[in-house]
């Protein structure tokens, strides 16, 4: 089935949705960087049916960089992107709509389409995109949602199958462009001193944490087709499990990377009902477009097991939930405690033992927390925490360098096929049999009896702190 060679830079960006909220929120901005940094030289074609114009889209544009707060910095970038824009207005259940756009790409050869519209439209943009031959030698970039569960994953699979080959489908989750993202794996392999001990032998078990602390306001359909478990964990922090215990890849490649972060979710153990915990902040029924009955999840809990050499019977404990105290993601390693209580206050259950934490945000940070002994005759000691505070005053934006990898043929920061299958496996079955959710109150860290019986002497969970973090 057609599709471009991997690593064929592309001639040609064709933007569907680009009158959308997306498009002035995140990808203008983007597009807008990547022409400064000069990774944007090829033609963008806006595709929408919006009754809209080219000057109507530039407009856009333009506003939504300005209120990025970018546009001051290189205002040549702008009008480079500006220059670079064209429009297609047209139904996509129109054929017209896709000869106008063939004819807009002129003697492109390998474009890339960016679906940046709701999934239901995929199978009719991808359809009507091989109708004119725009398949051929091109790729095609679609947005999370990967479907809601593994059978609508697999009928959104077969859609876009049916115009390009697997290698040329980027599914773009925007996450994964993060700088702090891309650490964890970073560290994980350029740091040899970890991996005697990145294992089930020393290892006791992970905490993954993602909270937010704003509502749903705006998103509250969304959030009721959708829900904590579909919208973060099974995504969002599965990925970041990925990463933390993937096997290394065989080579230097996206092929290598891929393969590795499909075995793990392979690896993982389908939830069962007592592994989850839901719950739903107060107030969240009275929401305009909420059900006044909803039992949609807020605030979703899970323990994760990995049946792998490396991690068999190592729990990880994945959380996140909306209107929680802090806008904050973390991971949390804790190693075993000493084997021998050779100093009675290292190995007493009141005091953490060895851990290594990913600060993800709101600053990035790794710390590493070790005891060390108090001055004085006695031996006891305190945990003190070495902390590496990671400057991010460089970091591009997430969709800037997703769109730059799509545009160049790098799919390594994008989600494999069998690896969204695999994932949507391990939740499947709790998507319906499920306890119902637990109510909880706003600016607390969710139902928290459900949550600590969940990790029990695991825990406790580790809080990131509240309030605005210094640096």
């Not at 890849?249 to 092929?255: E, L, N």
Request: glycine share 8%; net charge negative.
């Amino acid at each position: 089935m057609p599709g471009a060679p991997i690593h064929t830079p592309s001639d040609a960006l064709v933007f569907f949705g680009a009158t959308g909220d997306l498009a002035r929120k995140s990808i203008f901005p983007a597009l807008y960087r990547m022409a400064r940094s000069g990774a944007l030289t090829v033609p963008v074609v806006g595709v929408a049916h919006s009754d809209w114009t080219l000057a109507d889209l530039q407009q856009r544009a333009r506003e939504s960089v300005e209120s990025s707060g970018d546009c001051e910095k290189d205002p040549e970038a702008l009008e480079t992107l500006l220059g670079l824009l064209r429009y297609v207005d047209g139904d996509y259940k129109d054929p017209a709509t896709f000869a106008k756009l063939r004819e807009e790409l002129g003697d492109a050869t390998t474009p890339t389409h960016y679906l940046a519209i709701p999934p239901s439209l995929f199978g009719t943009v991808i359809d009507a995109l091989a109708e004119v031959g725009l398949n051929e030698n091109g790729r095609v970039v679609v947005e999370k949602p990967f479907g809601r569960d593994l059978a609508s994953a697999q009928a959104l699979a077969a859609d876009v199958g049916r115009a390009f080959d697997e290698h040329a489908v980027f599914r773009i989750d925007h996450f994964l462009g993060k700088d702090e993202i891309m650490n964890l794996l970073y560290f994980r392999f350029a740091n040899s001193i970890f991996e005697p001990i990145w294992n089930r032998d020393h290892i006791s078990s992970v905490q993954v944490t993602f909270s937010e602390d704003f509502g749903v306001d705006g998103r509250e359909s969304f959030y009721e087709s959708a829900g904590a478990l579909r919208d973060v964990i099974e995504n969002h922090l599965f990925q970041i499990v990925a990463l933390l215990t993937m096997e290394a890849p065989a080579y230097q490649g996206y092929g290598a990377v891929q393969a590795a972060k499909a075995a793990v979710f392979k690896a993982m153990r389908p939830l069962k009902r007592e592994d989850l915990v839901r719950g739903q902040f107060e107030g969240y029924r009275d929401h305009s477009n909420v059900a006044p009955d909803s039992d949609v999840e807020t605030f979703a809990a899970v323990r994760l097991f990995i049946d792998s050499w490396r991690w068999a019977d190592v729990p990880f404990y994945l959380r996140t939930g909306k209107l929680l105290p802090s806008k904050s993601g973390e991971v949390v390693v804790e190693f075993k405690r000493p084997p021998q209580a050779l100093f009675d206050d290292a190995v007493s259950p009141d005091h953490h033992p060895n851990r290594l934490t990913f600060r993800l945000s709101p600053h990035p940070e790794i710390g590493l927390a070790v005891r060390v002994k108090t001055p004085g005759a006695e031996f006891t000691g305190d945990a003190h925490e070495l902390t590496l505070q990671v400057d991010a005053t460089e970091e591009r934006l997430p969709y800037e360098r997703l769109l730059t990898d799509a545009l160049e043929g790098d799919g390594s920061l994008f989600t494999a096929e069998d690896s969204v299958e695999a994932a949507w496996r391990v939740v499947d079955d709790v998507l319906t049999d499920h306890d119902p959710a637990v109510p909880y109150a706003p600016g607390t860290w969710g139902p928290t009896a459900h949550a600590d019986a969940l990790i029990g002497d695991d825990g406790p969970w580790n809080n990131p702190p509240t309030g605005k973090a210094t640096r």
